[in-house]
């Protein structure tokens, strides 16, 4: 079956352009994540969705990162006046409940950033 | 310091040895602890979960050790294909939402 996609698969945005980046979780999802990962480094949570409500935004960087899930199922998160430390991959990740400790969180193949 | 620690690697070993990763973490809430792997420019996949008693799936065997609040991943008779970052990872009881990742040990298995 179709797994989580993310769109673009790369966007390079000169520095103080806005970007919006796309995930499409598996279907039937109720939670989605948003992770960052920098090279060399693990994924950061960002921030996390179950239906379309955002439960836990704890890891946004600054209020330039916004992220949205209105209908409960595709999400966006948006950068505003992207700065060169925001270059990094842009992880989605969905999981049937969300709740449960043991809940595996399946991974889209990621936006890679670069700002320039 | 970082919440969940690894051996950054890399780790070069030949074909068929055995290889034990360890990572550390410091939140002592932490309640559910999982091995996912990325292969280079990929997404991370569930390897396995975590559990109190320790749990074997073919060559990989992890424990956890929560009084020292550890984790290791034990790979025996490596394959090339297992060549790749293994990153830890735990959950809180109180948000199970978030995962907290390690920053991942590379493994690389030569022929």
Same mark, same amino acid.
């Given at each position: 079956?179709?797994?989580?996609?993310?769109?673009?698969?790369?966007?390079?945005?000169?520095?103080?352009?806005?970007?919006?980046?796309?995930?499409?979780?598996?279907?039937?999802?109720?939670?989605?994540?948003?992770?960052?990962?920098?090279?060399?480094?693990?994924?950061?949570?960002?921030?996390?969705?179950?239906?379309?409500?955002?439960?836990?935004?704890?890891?946004?960087?600054?209020?330039?990162?916004?992220?949205?899930?209105?209908?409960?199922?595709?999400?966006?998160?948006?950068?505003?006046?992207?700065?060169?430390?925001?270059?990094?991959?842009?992880?989605?990740?969905?999981?049937?409940?969300?709740?449960?400790?043991?809940?595996?969180?399946?991974?889209?193949?990621?936006?890679?950033?670069?700002?320039? | #310091?970082?919440? =969940?620690?690894?051996?950054?690697?890399?780790?070069?070993?030949?074909?068929?040895?055995? =290889?034990?990763?360890?990572?550390?973490?410091?939140?002592?809430?932490?309640?559910?602890?999982?091995?996912?792997?990325?292969?280079? #420019?990929?997404?991370?996949?569930?390897?396995?979960?975590?559990?109190?008693?320790?749990?074997?799936?073919?060559?990989?065997?992890?424990?956890?050790? @929560?009084?020292?609040?550890?984790?290791?991943?034990?790979? @025996?008779?490596?394959?090339?294909?297992?060549?790749?970052?293994?990153?830890?990872? =735990? #959950?809180?009881?109180?948000?199970?939402?978030?995962?907290?990742?390690?920053?991942?040990?590379?493994?690389?298995?030569?022929?």
């Amino acid at each position: 079956g179709a797994g989580v996609s993310q769109s673009p698969r790369y966007k390079v945005a000169k520095r103080g352009q806005d970007v919006a980046l796309r995930c499409d979780p598996i279907s039937g999802h109720v939670s989605l994540f948003w992770y960052q990962q920098a090279l060399g480094q693990g994924p950061e949570f960002l921030t996390y969705f179950q239906n379309e409500a955002q439960l836990d935004k704890s890891g946004l960087p600054s209020d330039r990162f916004f992220a949205e899930r209105p209908e409960g199922s595709v999400s966006t998160l948006k950068i505003q006046r992207t700065q060169q430390e925001d270059s990094a991959v842009y992880l989605c990740a969905s999981s049937l409940e969300g709740e449960g400790l043991q809940e595996t969180q399946y991974f889209g193949p990621g936006t890679r950033l670069l700002v320039l | #310091r970082k919440e =969940v620690e690894q051996d950054p690697g890399p780790f070069n070993v030949p074909e068929g040895a055995t =290889v034990a990763f360890n990572c550390t973490y410091s939140n002592s809430a932490s309640q559910s602890f999982f091995w996912y792997r990325q292969d280079c #420019r990929k997404e991370p996949k569930l390897l396995m979960s975590v559990y109190s008693s320790g749990n074997e799936d073919g060559r990989f065997t992890a424990q956890l050790n @929560r009084a020292s609040q550890y984790i290791s991943l034990l790979i @025996r008779d490596s394959k090339l294909s297992d060549s790749a970052t293994y990153l830890c990872v =735990v #959950r809180e009881d109180t948000n199970a939402g978030k995962s907290t990742f390690g920053d991942g040990t590379t493994l690389t298995v030569k022929p």
